[in-house]
Each structure stands twice: as C-alpha cells, then as structure tokens.
C-alpha cells in the first residue's frame, strides 16, 4: 500500500506532527496554507466526530508521530496493556518503549531531521549501538548504550559541518550527544514532560479495547 505523504497526513488529522523537520517551521506548512482535510474544500462545513471518530484520529496521531504502521502500533499497545509499573500509567508504560526506538533515539538525537529520515539512515547501517552495527529501526536502547556512526561513514555529505550546524540544538535530557564526534549516549530514562506528543493517550486504549 503506497504511504502517505507526510504533511496530508497532518491535515488528516488536523493538528501539526512535525513530520518533515524544517519544512513545519516555515511558512511552506501545508498545515499553514491549506489547515483543512485532504480533499475537503475549506469552506465546506464539518460535521462533529462521533466518540469512535475522536479515539481513531488520536490513535492516528501518535502512530503517524512516530512513523509507525499500524502491524508496529498495535503490537506496542498491545505489549503495555497490564504490563507497566503500577506508579506508572499505561500511557507512559507506551511512549516509554515506543521512544527507546532506536530511529527515534537518532532522530531524538539530531542526527536526522525527521522520524521517516532516521529509519532510513538505521535501515542503510549508518550506526552502531555498542560498536556493533545495528540496521533495526525498532532495536531497543537502554540506558548507557552508546550510538555511534559506523567507521568510514563520518565522511557522507549530509554530516558536513556537524558540529556547527547543531551547535545551537539541545537533545534531550536522557540523551548526551558529543557534537564532534557525532556520539550519542542515553544516560536515563525517557522524561515524560518533555515528549509531550498531541495526543490523548487513553483515547489510543478505549480504541483497541473495542
């Protein structure tokens, strides 16, 4: 099935996910251009979304946030429900694993502009996790695991300048990133506050629990 492209995919849903890195901060938005669905004249009035309606498009939300099919997605709700600590909410217990993602991770970590980019950058075995290469997109990370690119690939053109071009960027906070040497590191766990997707995540269980 062809994929959709990244920004209808925020117009579907009506709310920016920040899919294609720099272009969402431009004015070159579609969301800022055409803020209405695909295909739907912006005049055209809409009709309110019945509760099933509501949980689908929050499911949506986080699954296209992350970049995921919906075989992944499910396979990650699925794998929370009743398993998480019991200070902690199914909802956290769930952007908790999705985030140990190692796409996520180098996306997290700068090292690609966006989610789709990052995969395709793990896909193409541009990293290492430990010193041993990695071309899984969904390998889980752990703290202390060490995320490096693999010997000869510093030299590809989009690392140019590296350490300049992200000398303003700030990862975040479970995340060290050595700018010159293009090293990543997770030192903690995920911090909740600071993913703070769009989505209503209880939402995301009343839909599967259908």
């Known amino acids: 099935m062809k994929k959709a492209p990244e920004c209808k995919k925020c117009r579907r849903v009506g709310t920016k996910l920040f899919l294609k890195g720099e272009k969402c901060d431009s004015p070159k938005c579609p969301m800022i251009k055409k803020p209405y669905a695909p295909g739907q004249k912006p005049k055209r009035r809409k009709s309110p979304l019945s509760e099933y309606g509501k949980e689908l498009t929050e499911k949506q939300k986080l699954r296209y ?11 990650y ?31 997290r970590a700068g090292l690609a502009s966006s989610r789709s980019e990052a995969r395709q950058m793990v896909s193409y075995g541009l990293f290492a996790v430990n010193d041993k290469s990695v071309d899984r997109p969904s390998y889980a990370v752990k703290t202390g695991d060490v995320i490096s690119l693999r010997s000869g690939k510093k030299t590809r053109k989009m690392f140019d300048g590296f350490e300049e071009k992200m000398k303003n960027f700030n990862p975040p906070s479970w995340i060290s990133l050595d700018k010159k040497n293009i090293v990543a590191k997770i030192t903690g766990e995920v911090v909740i506050e600071e993913i703070a997707p769009p989505v209503e995540i209880s939402s995301i269980f009343e839909f599967y629990s259908r």
């Open 65 to 75: 946030w992350y970049d995921l099919k919906e075989k992944q997605f499910i396979r």
């Open 77 to 107: 709700v699925k794998s929370v429900i009743g398993k998480q600590k019991k200070e902690e909410s199914a909802g956290d217990y769930l952007l908790r694993k999705i985030e140990a993602r190692l796409d996520n991770t180098v996306y």
